[in-house]
T-cell receptor, first 112, second 111 residues
Framework: EAQVTQNPRYLITVTGKKLTVTCSQNMNHEYMSWYRQDPGLGLRQIYYSMNVEVTDKGDVPEGYKVSRKEKRNFPLILESPSPNQTSLYFC???????????FGSGTQLSVL | AQTVTQSQPEMSVQEAETVTLSCTYDTSENNYYLFWYKQPPSRQMILVIRQEAYKQQNATENRFSVNFQKAAKSFSLKISDSQLGDTAMYFCAFGDYKLSFGAGTTVTVRA
């Protein structure tokens, strides 16, 4: 089944404890991206990647890191999480950025 | 910076009726793409419709259609013959590699 798999679905952590949210797609997509969703703000793009080893900042990259070492995986890393990073996170992929995005199921992150 | 404005936080519609969601955006680019995504209570994001900015013809997808006015930077979504399964939050988005989303409009379809 074609899908974008995000893990974990729920995560509660404490300030400063490094964490990684994994994202993997099995559709051979070139483009992958990360978003955070907050009430009243919609989705905001954190980082995107046009291909392996090519990543660029979205609108809200501060406090996040990404890597694209292989085509299928695009993990989101929070080196030192803070409470303002409490949010619902989505990973997405597509053949090209201008095509339909396939979204993961989301990760609800709470930073205490 | 790219901005997207959805001016209607919530809308309610009777089953089988029509509802129109507004979306305006601001960009200095000439070539871009526009999307409407739906997020039902399951929180899964689903593409509703896609429009290429260089195409004059408005996109349609079954009961969903858009009114794209490039000069006015407006991209509204019309849902015809509303169904209970259309109850969801709807997000307008545009861009290319960098994608900007609006804050969303919650649509409730009443039986």
């Amino acid at each position: 089944e074609a899908q974008v798999t995000q893990n974990p679905r729920y995560l509660i952590t404490v300030t400063g404890k490094k964490l990684t949210v994994t994202c993997s797609q099995n559709m051979n997509h070139e483009y992958m991206s990360w978003y955070r969703q907050d009430p009243g703000l919609g989705l905001r793009q954190i980082y995107y990647s046009m291909n392996v080893e090519v990543t660029d900042k979205g609108d809200v990259p501060e406090g996040y890191k990404v890597s694209r070492k292989e085509k299928r995986n695009f993990p989101l890393i929070l080196e030192s999480p803070s409470p303002n990073q409490t949010s619902l996170y989505f990973c997405a992929s597509s053949y090209r950025a201008t095509e339909k995005l396939f979204f993961g199921s989301g990760t609800q992150l709470s930073v205490l | 910076a790219q901005t997207v404005t959805q001016s209607q936080p919530e809308m309610s519609v009777q089953e089988a009726e029509t509802v129109t969601l507004s979306c305006t955006y601001d960009t200095s680019e000439n070539n871009y793409y526009l999307f409407w995504y739906k997020q039902p209570p399951s929180r899964q994001m689903i593409l509703v419709i896609r429009q290429e900015a260089y195409k004059q013809q408005n996109a349609t997808e079954n009961r969903f259609s858009v009114n794209f006015q490039k000069a006015a930077k407006s991209f509204s979504l019309k849902i015809s013959d509303s169904q209970l399964g259309d109850t969801a939050m709807y997000f307008c988005a545009f861009g290319d590699y960098k994608l900007s989303f609006g804050a969303g409009t919650t649509v409730t379809v009443r039986a």
